[in-house]
């Protein structure tokens, strides 16, 4: 039956509400990608992106010194850097601060 109580096996067209509610929905996944097997270039051209640079070791803020962790305030070395999904923040992947920034803006979508 169809939502109007016709029967569908008597060839009644569907509405087009009805179809739209078949349509398969998209749905975007996302992927984690650990930092640490991204190539150095990549990883620079994504901090420069996100308004940030690095020197040899350390992550550099916009105004070239180095980064400091926001939870365990420590500076972020470019070997360690962590960027969550759905974030701009560089973080130092130890657990303090993947646990810090988990209680300050919840789960990961």
């Known amino acids: 039956m169809d939502f109007k109580g016709r029967n569908r096996s008597c060839g009644a067209r569907s509405s087009a509400r009805e179809e739209n509610f078949r349509k398969p929905r998209r749905v975007m996944l996302m992927e984690f990608i650990s930092l640490k097997e991204v ?14 640079g690095a020197d040899s070791v350390f992550v550099l803020d916009g105004q ?21 999904p759905g974030s701009a923040i560089v973080l130092d992947d130890n ?12 789960e990961l979508p």
């Not at 657990?95 to 919840?106: D, F, Q």
Request: no cysteine.
């Open 64 to 84: 070239g010194k180095p980064l400091r962790d926001k939870y365990a305030d420590v500076p972020v070395r470019l070997e360690n850097m962590l960027i969550l």
């Open 95 to 106: 657990p303090l601060s993947i646990a810090n920034y988990l209680e300050e803006y919840g």
């Open 39 to 52: 190539p150095k270039e990549a990883r620079l051209a994504l901090l420069k992106e996100l308004g940030y």
